[in-house]
């Protein structure tokens, strides 16, 4: 089993930057694919990115490519999502999972295990 604790959200002006962390608890980690997703109040879960076990492979959402930055460090047990130019529209609860298989690691439906979130607000 895997637990996760985000942390790293706030209030921040647009234009401006964060780094959310997602620290995972097992010696499994490196087992999993991580994913990153934002719920905004009234609005579904929606897909930010997500990478490989390996870190290798990585994956964007349209609207946060070339923005946002999704890293681990299997080391720490760690995966971190950088976000720069932030903009209103993305003030949301930002949540990460941990996938072991599937087809779509857009869905989160196969993410089996999940953080309570971190908010993150950015004004305009």
């Known amino acids: 089993q895997v637990q996760l604790v985000e942390s790293g959200g706030g209030l921040v002006q647009a234009g401006g930057s964060l780094r959310l962390s997602c620290a995972a608890s097992g010696r499994t980690f490196s087992s999993y694919a991580m994913g990153w997703f934002r719920q905004a109040p009234g609005k579904e879960r929606e897909f930010v990115a997500a990478?490989?076990?390996?870190?290798?492979?990585?994956d964007y959402a349209d609207s946060v490519k070339g923005r946002f930055t999704i890293s681990r460090d299997n080391a720490k047990n760690t995966v971190y999502l950088r976000m720069n130019s932030l903009k209103p529209e993305d003030t949301a609860v930002y949540c990460c999972?941990?996938?072991?298989?599937?087809?779509?690691?857009?869905?989160?439906?196969?993410?089996?295990?999940w953080g309570q979130g971190t908010q993150v607000t950015v004004s305009s």
């Open positions: 999972g941990a996938r072991v298989r599937g087809r779509d690691w857009r869905d989160g439906n196969e993410y089996v295990y």
């Open positions: 990478i490989s076990w390996s870190g290798g492979i990585t």
